[in-house]
């Protein structure tokens, strides 16, 4: 849709925003005065029923929506463009570290992505930084994080082997209680210790983070240099991805008047196409036209380079499309809960997991050529649909069946797929049978795992954290992603789930965010 | 090949709240205790039309499905060991067969139990949930219907033999929860283990039969005061 006057007016009479907020509002309001990159007749009748979706990122992509600077590297040889040298001790880390992230775009307009910390930081801390100092340092530096980049798609990554940097990371969150940054752990088989994992449970009981991610499979799937950025995107560091399109496979049901078999053979291929064709037509925009990568700092001090982007092909509304073509089948099944139709539903991720994978797309040379698959978990404006591969809230069968059934859609999704499993307080007695349960999600090829606790302050909403006493403050909040946050609980069922949470968002076409 | 069957009640392909990790408890059907607090009293009779009758080949199905997620077995009941023929051949199997080695076999009993049973199972059996009504053996009568002495002789057994993983202890107020109670209850499990875990199981009301369905259950302060008790008297792994 492109912007009225009206609407900028409006912005900026609104109170509701910071300063900042307007600003970004603004920019994505000039930037829809534009015409969307070209579509043919096709991909635009298809986007415009929402049965194909571009995550309004905008009409004019002049930066990537993801973007995964090779912080180590620049920390190793310091910057030309920000006049850094290479940082020689721990102070000049975090400075140099906190310049960077201010000069890093993505999709929110904060970064993504600070880096895995625990291993960007320890060549810094030696022998002569005690505890106590580290504490101190480090605390200063993670009050920086939220207060300067509030934006819950902030992200930051641990690595597999429990060390000094990794601990006091997970004590500071425990103590600040803070919704910056987002943080995942990478949990390896043999090297991640049991005493690591409940360190980390024991974090998730105070504040609902770290999210869990399977290092094994994301190693083989995106290389060893990889992050977990944003909410359950999983990328590959240096790189990023250009844009995010989604498919509504409910809508694809819906559209579709003939069998299942014909929606398989038809169907589904033309709007896995039609996703591709907005895909296409947004990243040659990006790369051809705004000149991102002929620009950015990051590109030509070889931070990031292009041939580690690739662009993600979401799906979501599973569970609805499983369900409407049982329905047409004259079976009753529901996905979650039948044999029949979660086997309807492993066919539907892995046909789709085949097409994109031979569906070709410019500039992704990341991932030879191709989008990265992802179960896309939503954004606030979702309605009546479920976010990515989940089962509806409210109707999670019980956790073996939960864990069986979604796990076998992880393999398919490289670029993350997030299922929320919401454990009630006797976890808390018990984290050691948590560090169980992660452990064979992970033996059983899930790819993420994030659970939450009802008793402690933070809501998750689609991978992103919202303070519940920061919900009661609205309309004025600090943090942009408050506001999204607000969106998704009043238009899914966040707050009326029985045990397992589970919710959706990503940016909002209003608040160009 | 499979010599016994077994009358199970009911399972949990996960528990967090029957030993150490995620486990997998099997519910047998009969127990030797009439407890006038049993949540599960349907247990109770040694037969029951509810029940079902499983071999030690269905058991290891269902562990099998809740495989990888567990760290181990629990048995519970009713009284498990009642069939202690059948959790021998059960847990025998667990620890020789490559495929279920690494779990470990836990019993969670009310310690009525002969010390031949024990015996017989304790080479299999990595650990044991023992409940204590009461030491004292006139209440313990009228709570279970059966006197403490065989109760007080396993947790002295278990304890010697490093199998006891911990002692249950099922407060309900005003009938076994009294400061003098507590404390009387802490020094002889001390006196057995200094290092003893204990762990308070809070009386419910829900699923018990009469008179125990009208019983008062522990509100937040008593819950603390019970603790507190217990802490002050030496108790120092109390969960």
Request: aromatic share 8%; hydrophobic share 40%.
């Given at each position: 849709?492109?912007?009225?006057?009206?609407?900028?007016?409006?912005?900026?009479?609104?109170?509701?925003?910071?300063?900042?907020?307007?600003?970004?509002?603004?920019?994505?309001?000039?930037?829809?005065?534009?015409?969307?990159?070209?579509?043919?007749?096709?991909?635009?009748?298809?986007?415009?029923?929402?049965?194909?979706?571009?995550?309004?990122?905008?009409?004019?992509?002049?930066?990537?929506?993801?973007?995964?600077?090779?912080?180590?590297?620049?920390?190793?040889?310091?910057?030309?463009?920000?006049?850094?040298?290479?940082?020689?001790?721990?102070?000049?880390?975090?400075?140099?570290?906190?310049?960077?992230?201010?000069?890093?775009?993505?999709?929110?307009?904060?970064?993504?992505?600070?880096?895995?910390?625990?291993?960007?930081?320890?060549?810094?801390?030696?022998?002569?930084?005690?505890?106590?100092?580290?504490?101190?340092?480090?605390?200063?530096?993670?009050?920086?994080?939220?207060?300067?980049?509030?934006?819950?798609?902030?992200?930051?990554?641990?690595?597999?082997v429990y060390n000094r940097v990794a601990r006091t990371i997970l004590q500071l969150e425990r103590e600040l209680l803070q919704v910056v940054p987002n943080i995942s752990l990478k949990v390896h088989p043999t090297l991640t210790s049991d005493e690591y994992l409940l360190d980390a449970i024991?974090?998730?009981?105070?504040?609902?983070?770290?999210?869990?991610?399977?290092?094994?499979?994301?190693?083989?799937?995106?290389?060893?240099?990889?992050?977990?950025?944003?909410?359950?995107?999983?990328?590959?560091?240096?790189?990023?991805?250009?844009?995010?399109?989604?498919?509504?496979?409910?809508?694809?049901?819906?559209?579709?008047?003939?069998?299942?078999?014909?929606?398989?053979?038809?169907?589904?291929?033309?709007?896995?196409?039609?996703?591709?064709?907005?895909?296409?037509?947004?990243?040659?925009?990006?790369?051809?036209?705004?000149?991102?990568?002929?620009?950015?700092?990051?590109?030509?001090?070889?931070?990031?380079?292009?041939?580690?982007?690739?662009?993600?092909?979401?799906?979501?509304?599973?569970?609805?499309?499983?369900?409407?073509?049982?329905?047409?089948?004259?079976?009753?099944?529901?996905?979650?809960?039948?044999?029949?139709?979660?086997?309807?539903?492993?066919?539907?991720?892995?046909?789709?997991?085949?097409?994109?994978?031979?569906?070709?797309?410019?500039?992704?040379?990341?991932?030879?050529?191709?989008?990265?698959?992802?179960?896309?978990?939503?954004?606030?404006?979702?309605?009546?649909?479920?976010?990515?591969?989940?089962?509806?809230?409210?109707?999670?069968?019980?956790?073996?069946?939960?864990?069986?059934?979604?796990?076998?859609?992880?393999?398919?999704?490289?670029?993350?797929?997030?299922?929320?499993?919401?454990?009630?307080?006797?976890?808390?007695?018990?984290?050691?049978?948590?560090?169980?349960?992660?452990?064979?999600?992970?033996?059983?090829?899930?790819?993420?795992?994030?659970?939450?606790?009802?008793?402690?302050?933070?809501?998750?909403?689609?991978?992103?954290?919202?303070?519940?006493?920061?919900?009661?403050?609205?309309?004025?909040?600090?943090?942009?992603?408050?506001?999204?946050?607000?969106?998704?609980?009043?238009?899914?069922?966040?707050?009326?789930?029985?045990?397992?949470?589970?919710?959706?968002?990503?940016?909002?076409?209003?608040?160009?965010? | 090949?499979?010599?016994?069957?077994?009358?199970?009640?009911?399972?949990?392909?996960?528990?967090?709240?029957?030993?150490?990790?995620?486990?997998?408890?099997?519910?047998?059907?009969?127990?030797?205790?009439?407890?006038?607090?049993?949540?599960?009293?349907?247990?109770?009779?040694?037969?029951?039309?509810?029940?079902?009758?499983?071999?030690?080949?269905?058991?290891?199905?269902?562990?099998?499905?809740?495989?990888?997620?567990?760290?181990?077995?629990?048995?519970?009941?009713?009284?498990?060991?009642?069939?202690?023929?059948?959790?021998?051949?059960?847990?025998?199997?667990?620890?020789?067969?490559?495929?279920?080695?690494?779990?470990?076999?836990?019993?969670?009993?009310?310690?009525?139990?002969?010390?031949?049973?024990?015996?017989?199972?304790?080479?299999?059996?990595?650990?044991?949930?023992?409940?204590?009504?009461?030491?004292?053996?006139?209440?313990?009568?009228?709570?279970?219907?059966?006197?403490?002495?065989?109760?007080?002789?396993?947790?002295?057994?278990?304890?010697?033999?490093?199998?006891?993983?911990?002692?249950?202890?099922?407060?309900?107020?005003?009938?076994?929860?009294?400061?003098?109670?507590?404390?009387?209850?802490?020094?002889?499990?001390?006196?057995?283990?200094?290092?003893?875990?204990?762990?308070?199981?809070?009386?419910?009301?829900?699923?018990?039969?009469?008179?125990?369905?009208?019983?008062?259950?522990?509100?937040?302060?008593?819950?603390?005061?019970?603790?507190?008790?217990?802490?002050?008297?030496?108790?120092?792994?109390?969960?």
């Amino acid at each position: 849709m492109r912007t009225r006057p009206e609407e900028v007016l409006a912005a900026i009479r609104e109170q509701k925003y910071t300063y900042r907020q307007k600003l970004q509002v603004l920019a994505g309001l000039a930037e829809n005065l534009l015409d969307e990159p070209a579509l043919g007749p096709e991909a635009a009748a298809a986007l415009e029923a929402r049965i194909i979706c571009d995550m309004y990122e905008g009409h004019a992509p002049y930066r990537a929506r993801y973007i995964l600077p090779d912080y180590a590297l620049a920390l190793r040889k310091g910057s030309d463009f920000l006049e850094l040298p290479p940082a020689t001790d721990l102070d000049e880390a975090l400075a140099h570290l906190l310049i960077m992230y201010s000069n890093v775009p993505s999709i929110t307009g904060f970064p993504v992505y600070f880096g895995d910390l625990d291993s960007l930081l320890l060549p810094y801390v030696g022998p002569a930084i005690d505890d106590e100092t580290l504490h101190r340092k480090l605390r200063l530096f993670w009050i920086s994080l939220d207060r300067m980049f509030p934006d819950a798609f902030a992200h930051t990554n641990l690595s597999p082997v429990y060390n000094r940097v990794a601990r006091t990371i997970l004590q500071l969150e425990r103590e600040l209680l803070q919704v910056v940054p987002n943080i995942s752990l990478k949990v390896h088989p043999t090297l991640t210790s049991d005493e690591y994992l409940l360190d980390a449970i024991n974090t998730v009981f105070a504040n609902g983070k770290p999210h869990f991610i399977n290092d094994d499979l994301m190693q083989h799937d995106l290389g060893e240099h990889y992050a977990a950025v944003s909410c359950y995107n999983s990328l590959k560091v240096g790189g990023g991805s250009h844009t995010l399109s989604r498919l509504n496979l409910k809508q694809s049901v819906l559209a579709h008047h003939g069998d299942v078999d014909a929606w398989f053979a038809s169907t589904l291929p033309h709007h896995v196409e039609l996703t591709g064709e907005l895909m296409a037509s947004r990243i040659r925009f990006l790369v051809e036209e705004s000149h991102f990568f002929d620009s950015s700092w990051l590109a030509r001090e070889g931070l990031i380079s292009l041939d580690r982007f690739s662009a993600m092909f979401g799906i979501f509304g599973l569970a609805e499309a499983v369900n409407l073509l049982m329905e047409r089948s004259g079976r009753s099944g529901t996905y979650g809960h039948d044999e029949e139709a979660d086997a309807l539903s492993y066919r539907i991720t892995s046909s789709i997991a085949q097409l994109v994978a031979e569906l070709p797309l410019p500039y992704c040379a990341g991932n030879n050529g191709h989008a990265f698959l992802h179960s896309q978990s939503g954004i606030d404006l979702d309605l009546d649909v479920t976010a990515g591969t989940r089962i509806p809230i409210g109707s999670e069968p019980p956790l073996l069946r939960h864990l069986q059934t979604v796990s076998r859609h992880h393999r398919f999704f490289q670029s993350g797929v997030s299922d929320i499993l919401h454990f009630d307080d006797m976890a808390v007695r018990n984290p050691e049978a948590i560090v169980d349960i992660i452990r064979g999600a992970f033996a059983s090829q899930m790819r993420d795992f994030t659970f939450n606790l009802n008793s402690n302050d933070f809501i998750r909403i689609t991978g992103y954290m919202v303070r519940k006493s920061d919900l009661a403050k609205l309309p004025a909040a600090r943090h942009s992603s408050t506001f999204l946050g607000a969106g998704s609980v009043e238009n899914s069922h966040v707050t009326d789930r029985a045990l397992k949470r589970v919710v959706s968002h990503e940016s909002s076409p209003v608040a160009g965010l | 090949m499979s010599h016994h069957q077994s009358l199970v009640s009911d399972f949990l392909p996960f528990t967090w709240v029957d030993g150490p990790g995620n486990r997998l408890v099997i519910f047998f059907q009969g127990c030797n205790f009439d407890c006038l607090a049993c949540h599960n009293p349907q247990t109770i009779p040694l037969q029951s039309v509810a029940a079902h009758t499983w071999t030690v080949e269905d058991v290891l199905q269902r562990v099998r499905t809740s495989m990888p997620f567990i760290r181990g077995i629990t048995v519970s009941g009713g009284e498990a060991t009642l069939q202690w023929p059948f959790l021998v051949e059960l847990f025998t199997r667990i620890k020789q067969d490559e495929e279920f080695a690494h779990l470990t076999t836990f019993i969670d009993s009310n310690g009525h139990v002969e010390p031949a049973v024990w015996e017989a199972l304790l080479p299999v059996t990595d650990g044991v949930m023992l409940d204590l009504k009461a030491v004292d053996g006139t209440l313990h009568t009228e709570l279970t219907g059966h006197s403490n002495a065989l109760v007080l002789d396993s947790i002295r057994y278990l304890a010697a033999a490093g199998k006891l993983y911990e002692t249950r202890l099922m407060l309900a107020p005003d009938r076994n929860d009294s400061d003098e109670q507590l404390r009387t209850t802490a020094q002889w499990l001390l006196g057995v283990d200094p290092l003893m875990r204990v762990k308070i199981n809070h009386f419910h009301a829900h699923g018990t039969r009469s008179p125990a369905s009208n019983w008062a259950e522990a509100d937040e302060a008593r819950r603390q005061r019970n603790r507190q008790v217990l802490l002050e008297a030496g108790v120092q792994y109390l969960c």
